[in-house]
């Protein structure tokens, strides 16, 4: 089946006639460009800046733990866990910087501390559940259940259940911030995005991720770490987790245990697949991830602005998702 | 009287290609019937034609006196043909008799008749001399009596033939012992048994007659009793018993020397029991045996992708406890696996990264790969070994088999290391290829290399190897050098072991005359 693949230089020579291979390839920044045209068209003060921060803010959160999510699922795993781990992250960066849980010497020992703790955690949770997945070989989506369920309930422990409403300026930079007019934490996700497209194509790390996901035991046979590997994916995971979270409560002013990262974990499995990553593992693509988030935030952005209710922007999520993936088959077959 | 099956002429083409060429096999009434062959002689073809699961281009085929034409396995066992495969499939928190019954329920007005089905469970295990409370789990019960739930089941009460195919492959002895009273019974009863195993000693212990299989043709029919173990294997791989004078030629300058890889009294599982072996440096060793003989179970515990229970791997003096591939590769091996789809190659990644995987930390600095350096490597192995590829970044699945062969061989080439196993090279690859890469193999011998090939190709690994150790069980039986290297030898210690080649003979050229008789076609 695999060998029936059409040679490569058929494949060249008639690029521009092959809209199977185009599609597969190009589609989600084609789908992109046509919503942008569409809004242009239809959607009234859609070139504005408002607009852009607007929608930046929106989808940040999902496109920094999506980054996360690629890199798992280019092992060929998944986690689940990604929305708890927000959930934790957010939880314990208000006790620190409101001085709840240690004495403060000063008010940005607090926040300092709020910055790297947090995440920290998040990665710690994240890496166990790497080592469920490489010590006991459980399957990725058994494993990571563990904490989408039980993270959320720490969380909750350790804040009582209760809300935590806050106003730290310094703290909240991360959500509210702005540089150069951009929004900071638009910034940041860039920087991730850029730094892990980077580090999937170019070093020996990225490159074992995905000989990982194209086929495990070859890449074992081959000398590479494979359980080490896996770890270290699911680590940076939760430590991206980690600082979604941070930039939620950040912009909310609040952490809610209950509510911080709820159904995270399949907004950004859904932008990992609309973006072309394949969901089998083997070919990722983190830039992909942030157009497939951009497009699904995009559509339902055009749908509000133009009057039609939330639930039917859902429907429409769901019809992206299943046409990303018919194109992913049509690209593999 | 009629024999109780009789298939004659049976010809099976796939996609053009034969399959079958008028095999035959014939069971007699109430006798055991061992089915043998190597891989793709046709066996499994034969049997499925027979259940109906494929269907045959031309000859016929008479079960219990009529002609018949099965068009599904559930015709064929309405018929009394039974198949039991290797696994053993049941409910482990369900009662013995839900596990028999499973599938066919008797029913009292629509509701299931417990009291019913209890019977004939209970009938059934009587026919194997098995009483037991059938209410209680399957689980409650040791492996053994499970065991025989299974076959019970299977065999069912109307089963005239039943086909046990590879049944002891996963078994041990006591399980294996089990099996064959329950063969034992079957024969009383008056029910056919045909066997397929590749374990001689099994086939000699239960079976009456046998039929031996090659290139999709029956080519001996005999009594186990009239057909020595010899015969059956020279006979089973289609080779006489000359030796050949042409292959020890190239045999000259096998290195002596200190030891390179040196494996002592290795255990692992049930498929490797005691190996010993040695490599010397620029030395070609084969290691050969018959299917299941635990030849790449061996080389897989030597290179760490298993662990070993006990024994000892040792690379250069040093001792090697290769806990992963990593830690063997890190010591100077390699391991070209025998499956190149499953655990060789990356199907959607470069030819280029494909051929660096391993070499790949290597080529980095500070983490970052080094794509010229790595291009400049690449394009050097594509040049030296003639791999044909549109060029370094090309998909290694869109590649020839015989390709990616190359490119999985210049992944371990590129790492230099200092002993190499290769299980299997010329497995699926065009004739073409094949001699390129022994060649390249013997030439890499030559400048230091130590080599541990396996084979399933006898001709391959007498032209190969200057030094070759026998497996057989899980056992290393035997080593042959120099002259003592021949196809006759090899076959002669994959069908007596240790114990008897000595006394038997080996040596091919003392058997010569014998050869004659050997073949029957």
Redesign the interface.
Same mark, same amino acid.
């Given at each position: 089946m695999a060998e029936a693949v059409a040679p490569v230089g058929a494949r060249s020579a008639k690029a521009g006639l092959d809209w199977k291979t185009f599609l597969t390839r190009y589609g989600a920044l084609v789908a992109l460009a046509l919503l942008i045209a569409v809004n242009l068209a239809i959607t009234p003060n859609f070139a504005t800046w408002q607009t852009l921060n607007v929608n930046l803010t929106q989808v940040c959160a999902i496109v920094i733990v999506g980054v996360g999510m690629t890199l798992v699922i280019a092992t060929g795993g998944i986690d689940l866990s990604v929305g708890s781990l927000m959930a934790i992250a957010g939880a314990i960066a208000p006790l620190l910087f409101l001085g709840k849980l240690v004495p403060l010497p000063h008010p940005m020992v607090g926040v300092a501390l709020a910055f790297v703790l947090p995440v920290l955690a998040a990665g710690a949770f994240g890496w166990f559940n790497g080592w469920l997945i490489t010590r006991f070989r459980i399957q990725a989506i058994i494993a990571t259940l563990v904490l989408f369920i039980a993270g959320r309930g720490i969380a909750q422990v350790m804040t009582n259940g209760n809300l935590q409403v806050f106003k730290v300026p310094e703290f909240q930079f991360i959500g509210l911030g702005r540089v150069f007019g951009i929004p900071f934490q638009a910034v940041l996700m860039v920087i991730i995005v850029a730094a892990a497209a980077w580090m999937l194509r170019r070093t020996v790390f990225g490159r074992q991720i995905l000989a990982i996901g194209g086929n495990e035991r070859a890449a074992r046979l081959s000398g590479i770490p494979v359980g080490s590997v896996k770890r270290r994916v699911y680590l940076i995971s939760g430590l991206l987790s980690g600082i979604a979270g941070l930039i939620v409560i950040a912009r909310n002013s609040a952490a809610d245990a209950n509510l911080v990262g709820l159904g995270m974990e399949l907004d950004a499995i859904a932008a990992v697949a609309v973006g072309g990553t394949l969901l089998t593992g083997g070919r990722a693509t983190v830039v992909g991830t942030l157009i497939g988030a951009l497009i699904i935030q995009l559509v339902r952005y055009t749908l509000l602005a133009n009057g039609v209710p939330d639930s039917v922007a859902l429907v429409v999520k769901a019809a992206i998702i299943v046409l990303a993936v018919w194109l992913q088959r049509q690209g593999q077959s | 009287m009629a024999p109780l099956l009789s298939m004659r002429g049976i010809d099976k083409r796939f996609a053009g290609v034969p399959a079958l060429t008028g095999a035959s096999l014939e069971v007699e009434r109430g006798e055991v019937h061992a089915l043998i062959g190597q891989n793709g002689a046709g066996k499994s073809t034969l049997i499925k034609i027979l259940t109906g699961y494929y269907t045959r281009d031309a000859g016929e085929i008479a079960f219990d006196g009529a002609p018949v034409a099965f068009t599904s396995p559930q015709e064929a066992q309405g018929a009394g043909i039974s198949t039991i495969y290797q696994e053993i499939n049941l409910v482990p928190y369900r009662s013995v008799t839900e596990n028999i019954c499973l599938g066919r329920e008797s029913r009292r007005f629509g509701l299931l008749d417990w009291r019913a089905m209890h019977r004939e469970a209970e009938a059934l295990l009587a026919r194997f001399n098995v009483h037991l409370d059938v209410r209680r789990p399957v689980m409650s019960y040791p492996t053994a009596v499970q065991q025989m739930v299974a076959i019970a089941r299977a065999i069912g009460f109307n089963a005239k033939l039943v086909i046990m195919d590879e049944p002891t492959s996963s078994l041990d002895e006591q399980e294996v012992a089990v099996l064959f009273d329950v063969i034992r019974q079957l024969k009383a009863a008056g029910v056919s048994v045909i066997f397929v195993s590749h374990r001689l000693d099994e086939l000699y212990a239960v079976c009456d007659r046998v039929t031996i299989m090659r290139d999709g043709r029956t080519v001996r029919v005999s009594t186990m009793s009239d057909l020595s173990k010899l015969d059956l294997v020279t006979t089973m791989l289609g080779r006489t018993l000359e030796a050949p004078a042409a292959a020890q030629a190239h045999r000259a300058g096998s290195a002596g020397g200190e030891t390179l890889l040196s494996v002592r009294n290795l255990a692992a599982g049930r498929k490797v029991r005691d190996v010993s072996i040695d490599v010397r440096p620029g030395e070609i060793v084969g290691l050969a045996g018959l299917l299941g003989s635990g030849r790449t179970e061996t080389a897989r515990v030597v290179?760490g992708?298993d662990r070993a229970e006990s024994g000892t791997v040792s690379l250069a003096g040093a001792s090697t406890a290769a806990r992963?591939?990593?830690d063997?590769?890190?010591a100077g091996m390699g391991?070209l696996?025998e499956d190149r789809?499953? =655990?060789?190659?990356?199907?959607?990644?470069s030819v280029r990264?494909n051929l660096t995987?391993?070499l790949?930390?290597h080529l980095?600095r500070r983490?970052?790969?080094d794509e010229a350096r790595s291009r400049e490597i690449v394009d050097r192995y594509i040049r030296r070994l003639g791999i044909k590829c549109?060029g370094p970044e090309?998909?290694i699945? =869109?590649l020839s088999g015989g390709n990616q062969q190359k490119v999985l061989l210049a992944?371990w080439l590129c790492m230099n290391p200092k002993l190499l196993i290769l299980d299997e090279p010329t497995r699926g690859i065009d004739v073409g290829a094949k001699a390129e890469i022994l060649s390249l193999v013997r030439e890499l011998s030559q400048g230091g290399l130590g080599v541990l090939m396996i084979s399933s190709e006898l001709e391959e690994v007498v032209e190969a190897a200057s030094r070759i150790f026998v497996l057989r069980d899980g056992r290393s039986v035997a080593e042959l050098e120099g002259e003592e290297v021949s196809e006759a030898a090899i076959m002669a210690a994959m069908a007596h072991g240790h114990d008897d080649h000595t006394g038997e003979a080996p040596h091919g050229r003392g058997q010569d005359d014998h050869a004659g008789e050997a073949i029957h076609v």
């Open positions: - | 290179f992708a992963e591939p990593a063997a590769i890190g391991f696996s789809k499953l =655990e060789g190659i990356v199907p959607g990644m990264e995987l391993a790949m930390p980095a983490g970052i790969v549109s090309q998909r699945r =869109e992944r």
